[in-house]
C-alpha cells in the first residue's frame, strides 16, 4: 500500500481555512500516524479546522476517513503526531463535553435494550454525578434536541427500530443535547431518507451560525456545496483542503481517485454542483 501523495495535488499540512482569530483552532491535528498492525491508516495526516465551519471529508473507502475520526475523539491512539481540541488535549474536550460524534452504522450494537430518550440522554452523562441521575435540566435539554431532531413521537421507541435516517438524527440529538461545540460525523448521510438528509443539513448549517466546528464525511459530492464551506480530500493523508470547488476540480479528484481527468468537463465555481456524471463515477468507487 503506497502511503505518498500524488506529486502534482497540493498537499497542505496543517492548513487553515477560515478567519484568523486570537483563539486556538477547534481542531489541529498535527503529522498524524496511525496503522492497524501492518496496514496503514493514517500517513502523517494535518489538518486545521477553525469555529463556525462546516468541512466535507471525501475519500476512497480504505482512505483512513473513519480512523480519522477516531483520532480526533481519543478513540485510536496515534503511533506518532498529536492532535489538540481548542488548544488542548482531547481527553479534556471530551470531558467538558466539547465533542459530539455521530458514527457509522455498523460501529453501533442496535439491539441494545436503549430508548431513543436514552441514547439521546447520554449526551447529558457528562455533566451528571457518577450516578447518572438527570436533572431538570438534563431532561430539558434531551427534550429540546429530541423536538430540533423531529423524533419527539419515537422517544420511547427501542433505537433499533428506527429508520437508518432517523438512527442517524438521534445520534445528532445526542450531540446536540450534549451542547457539543464540535461535532464529527462519520457518514451521517449513508442509507438516509430525504426527510433526515435534510433535516441534518438544516441543524449542521444552523450549528456553524452559531460558532461550532462540523466536520462531516459524506459520498454525495454533488451535495458537496451546498452542505460544506470548506472540504478535505484525504487518502492516508491530507491530499488537499479549500473550497469545495477547489476541492472537486476534476484534476484533483482524479488523481485521488484514479481516474482519468481528460474526460471531465469544466471546472465548477464556487457553490454550483460538480459535473454529475464525473460525481456518480466516484461515489461507485467509494462505495
Not at 503506497?2 to 497540493?10: F, G, M, W
Not at 500516524?33 to 496496514?39: F, K, N, Q
Not at 494535518?46 to 483512513?64: D, K, Q, V, Y
Request: with cysteine; charged share 25%.
Amino acid at each position: 500500500m503506497s502511503s505518498a501523495a500524488p506529486a502534482s495535488v497540493t498537499e497542505q499540512t496543517s492548513s487553515t481555512v477560515g478567519p484568523a482569530g486570537d483563539a486556538p483552532p477547534a481542531i489541529t491535528v498535527d503529522e498524524v500516524t496511525v496503522h492497524y498492525g501492518d496496514t496503514l491508516a493514517l500517513d502523517r495526516a494535518s489538518l486545521t479546522l477553525e469555529r463556525g465551519r462546516i468541512c466535507g471529508l471525501i475519500g476512497m473507502n480504505g482512505s483512513g476517513k473513519s480512523t480519522l475520526f477516531k483520532t480526533i475523539m481519543g478513540i485510536v491512539d496515534p503511533d506518532s503526531g498529536r492532535v489538540s481540541i481548542d488548544g488542548g488535549p482531547t481527553r479534556r474536550a471530551r470531558r467538558a463535553g466539547a465533542l459530539g460524534y455521530v458514527p457509522q452504522s455498523e460501529d453501533v450494537d442496535w439491539d441494545f435494550p436503549l430508548s431513543v430518550r436514552d441514547v439521546v440522554m447520554m449526551g447529558r452523562y457528562g455533566r451528571m454525578g457518577p450516578l447518572r441521575m438527570s436533572r431538570r435540566a438534563d431532561r430539558e435539554a434531551v427534550e429540546s434536541a429530541l423536538d430540533r431532531v423531529e423524533l419527539t413521537e419515537f422517544a420511547d421507541r427501542q433505537i433499533g427500530q428506527l429508520s437508518g435516517g432517523q438512527k442517524k438524527r438521534a445520534f445528532v440529538a445526542r450531540g446536540l443535547a450534549q451542547g457539543a461545540t464540535i461535532l464529527l460525523l462519520d457518514e451521517p448521510f449513508a442509507g438516509v431518507d430525504k426527510r433526515s438528509e435534510a433535516t441534518i443539513t438544516g441543524l449542521l448549517k444552523e450549528l456553524a451560525e452559531a460558532g461550532a466546528t462540523v466536520l462531516v464525511s459524506t459520498h454525495d459530492l454533488n451535495a458537496l456545496p451546498a452542505l460544506a464551506d470548506e472540504a478535505i480530500l484525504l487518502m492516508r493523508r491530507v491530499l488537499l483542503h479549500g473550497s469545495p470547488a477547489e476541492v472537486l476540480r476534476p484534476e484533483n479528484l482524479a488523481l485521488a481517485f484514479g481516474l482519468d481527468p481528460s474526460g471531465a468537463s469544466e471546472t465548477p465555481r464556487d457553490g454550483e454542483r460538480p459535473n454529475s456524471d464525473r460525481a456518480d463515477r466516484i461515489e461507485g468507487e467509494m462505495a
